[in-house]
Every structure is written in C-alpha cells, then in structure tokens.
C-alpha cells in the first residue's frame, strides 16, 4: 500500500549536505517493461519495479485482461506469463486513474489479440486529455476503437482485431508516448511497420529508451539517424530476466536540492551515463548553472558552487526532457539572473496545465514569471528574497515534489495535497526527509 500524507506538509530547511541516493525504479521502464512483457513469448521477470499509482493500475489493468501476474511488492518483482500477443479478455471495463502512460500503452495493446468491448477509462482529468492523436494512427492501421462520449478523450472501447502495419506518419510535436504506444506493439503488427516523421520529434530520449527496451526483448527496430524514421520488423518478444533502473526523473529532484543548499554535495547510485533514460542529462544542465559534475557509467555526482558563488541563470531548451522543465524553473529562484526555458509547450496536457500552473506558484513566491508561446520566463526574487507561501500542487506529483526541494533551501514553504506524490514516487518525502541526516558539521 502507498503511504498516506496530510493534507498540507511545511518543508523544513537543512543545512549543507553530502549524501548518497537511490531512489525506487523507474515509472516509464517499469510501465514499459510490463507492456513488452505481457506481449513476450514465456515468462518475464521484472525487478526493481516501482509501486507507485501509476504501475498499480497498469499491474490491475492486466490482471483484468486476464495476464499471468506474480507480484511480490517487498522484492519489489514482477513475473509476467507472457501472451505472445494473443489476448483473449473478456469483456470489461479498466480504470487506469490519472496514469496517462497506462491509458495510452494499454490502447495500443488492446488493439492486438481477440476480444470485444474492453473499455479503459480514468479519473476526471484524465477524460479531458486529448488522446484522437493516438486513436488515429492506431485506426488507420486497423484498430476499432470508439469513444464513449462525444469527445476526443477516453473513455475508449476498444475491439482486438490486430493491426497490419504499413507506412504511417505522426506527427512529430505529439506525445512520446503517442509514439511509444505504437512502436511497442509494432513486432505484431502483420507487416512491417514504419512510423514517418515530417519536422523534429519531441522527447526523442524516451523513444530511444522505448527502442532499447524493445531490443532487449528481442524485438527488431531502428531509427534513421536524423530521426525521420522508425522501422519496426514484425517478429515475437522473448521473456527476460530485466532490472529496471532507478527513476532518473525522480533523481533530479534530490540534485536540485544539492544547488539550492549552497555547499551541498548529492550522488545517485546505479544511474550514469550508461542509463537508458534521457533525463539523466538533466545533471547536465546543472553543470551549464555553474555545479561541478561527476559522471559515471552508474552514478552521477553534483556539487554547488564553491566560496558562495550562486548558480547561474540559462537559457536553454528542455524540448527533449520536459518532465525536468519544473524542476529546473524551482531551481531558478536561486540563480543569478533571468532562466528560459524553451519549447516545453506540451506540458499544457499532462496531469494539470504545467506551464499555468508553475507561473502561478513561482509568482508567489516573489519570482517574476511569465509565458512567450511554448516558452517560460524565470526572473527570481530581487536578493534571492523568497517569499514564503502555501504551494497548490494541482493534483500534479512533479508540482508538489520540485516546490517540495524548494522548501530546503527558503523557509515557510507548504506543500498543499503532498500525497499527490503517490503518483509515481510514494515515498518521496521519506527520502527527502532523510537528506537531513547527512548535513556537514
């Protein structure tokens, strides 16, 4: 079970740390890993999975569809039975919350095997999510798909009546996930499918990621080196023995708070420059803010800067790495100088509109902040002066845990509905709580 939370949660500032940390697995390989898995041909063992909400009802969503799931949350394993693609679900109705990777990789997913009248639906919020884009492009590759109300958002029904792959172009500014979900079921598709692509793809790390992945499960994929194109051979997933990493998007909230605690010093083990996941070059970017950097093949290192100098304000495009654009505009209340923080546009239609939402909590904490198109302007507060305040986090889980790190640094900082964290990171405030013990004497 997931941890529960009060309703407000006041952050207490340390003092300069040094510490070492390895945060629980990674949501996007987990949820990933468990797709490819129900799809395999024998048995696939998944380790170092993450429970969280979002891998909860994709774990319940398969279990509703029949998939042979042994779950053992304590060595946080999974063993998958594996279909070989062929579903045989009875009719039914899937609640997949707020989990947008859920609802959009078990779309796909549904499309394959035999079966009529599964309908997957979500929380309130999740049924004004735009997701046409993705039913398009599954449609005109032969899926039946329907909706259940008069929009362009789940609910869906969805018939499996398999898919024959072909020339398909997406359109390159949607989703990664959009993409992902395709690209997953590709081998099973009854010709070879290719996935076109007329301008520059956005999250390009993830869908890297998602062709590792597949490879690994022996699927055959491979992108054109100027990414206008992704071929998928048809063929069969084998099962695996798989450790999923840890969840590098998770980890960067633990580096933010070595750069708004002057003096601090944050490792993250077992995730470098070996890492399948693109967020782990958000380490990067702190380096551009003026932190030294120590980067291996499994850990990542991040010091800020020395004899009281302040980070450095930047302005930079975050088009590949969205899900760091939150945590970079909190760790621009205490740079020096004006941040930009480019091309994120498509944060509007995650779990809340994440470009409204981050100018209205940065406002209040004394920051100047306004929005330029797919752009976002960070002036911090005139002498670093932060203003305390009671941060809403929108039933958004990066929103509480990037103002959360803020509250390290600043005083009077108040987290409302920190439990949203239960998201994807349940134990997140255990974790930041304990950055306390390892404060320098």
Same mark, same amino acid.
Request: net charge negative; hydrophobic share 40%; charged share 20%.
């Given at each position: ?35 490819? @898995? ?7 063992? +998944? ?23 042994? #779950? ?12 070989? *693609? ?10 997949? *919350?707020?989990? =947008? ?11 394959? *095997?035999?079966?009529?009248? %599964? ?18 492009? +599954? ?43 395709? +690209? ?24 890297? $990621? ?45 580096? @933010?708070?070595?750069?708004v605690v002057p003096g601090s010093t944050c490792t993250i083990e077992h995730l470098g420059r070996s890492s399948l996941q693109g967020d782990v070059k958000f380490a990067d970017v702190l380096h551009q803010m003026g932190a030294t950097l120590l980067f291996g093949d499994d850990f990542v290192t991040v010091m800020s800067p020395k004899d009281g100098q302040r980070l450095r304000g930047i302005d930079i495009c975050l088009n590949d790495m969205p899900d760091m654009a939150q945590t970079l505009a909190v760790i621009a209340l205490f740079a020096q100088g ?10 509007? #239609? ?5 470009? @409204? @939402? ?27 002066? %932060? ?13 509480? $845990? ?9 005083? *009077? ?5 920190? =439990? ?22």
């Open positions: 079970m997931n941890p529960t939370h009060p309703p407000h949660l006041t952050i207490q500032p340390i003092k300069a740390f040094r510490a070492s940390v390895c945060p629980p697995g990674s949501k996007s390989l987990t949820n990933r890993g468990l797709i490819l @898995a129900t799809l395999a041909e024998g048995q696939t063992t +998944l380790r170092g999975v993450l429970f969280s909400d979002d891998t909860r009802v994709m774990l319940a969503g398969l279990k509703s569809l029949g998939v042979g799931l042994e #779950i053992d949350q304590a060595s946080r394993t999974v063993k998958v039975q594996g279909t070989g *693609g062929q579903l045989k679900a009875s009719p039914c109705r899937i609640d997949l *919350g707020n989990s =947008g990777t859920s609802m959009r990789f078990m779309t796909a997913l549904l499309c394959l *095997g035999q079966h009529e009248g %599964i309908t997957l639906d979500g929380i309130e919020r999740m049924r004004h999510r735009p997701i046409d884009a993705l039913v398009d492009a +599954l449609v005109a590759l032969g899926g039946k798909i329907s909706y259940e109300q008069d929009s362009l958002c789940p609910p869906l029904t969805i018939d499996g009546t398999g898919l024959r792959g072909g020339e398909l172009r997406m359109d390159p500014a949607m989703s990664s996930q959009y993409i992902t979900a395709v +690209l997953q079921v590709g081998p099973y598709m009854s010709e070879a499918l290719a996935l076109r692509f007329d301008g520059d793809v956005i999250s390009k790390p993830y869908i890297e $990621m998602t062709a590792a992945l597949m490879k690994r499960f022996g699927g055959e994929v491979e992108i054109a080196d100027d990414f206008s194109q992704i071929t998928v051979q048809p063929g069969v997933y084998r099962g695996i023995d798989y450790t999923v990493e840890p969840d590098a998007s998770n980890a960067s909230y633990f580096l @933010a708070a070595a750069m004006q941040t930009v923080i480019r091309n994120i546009g498509n944060l509007r #239609i995650k779990e809340t509109d994440r470009l @409204a @939402a981050i100018e209205c909590e940065l406002s209040k904490l004394g920051a100047e902040v306004w929005v330029e198109g797919d752009d976002l302007y960070i002036t911090p507060p005139g002498e670093g002066q %932060i203003t305390p305040a009671a941060i809403d986090t929108y039933d958004d889980h990066r929103m509480a $845990m990037c103002f959360a790190v803020v509250g390290l640094g600043a005083g *009077g900082i108040t987290i409302n509905d920190p =439990g949203c964290v239960n998201k994807t990171f349940p134990e997140f405030f255990d974790y930041l709580n304990q950055l306390a013990c390892f404060e320098l004497n």
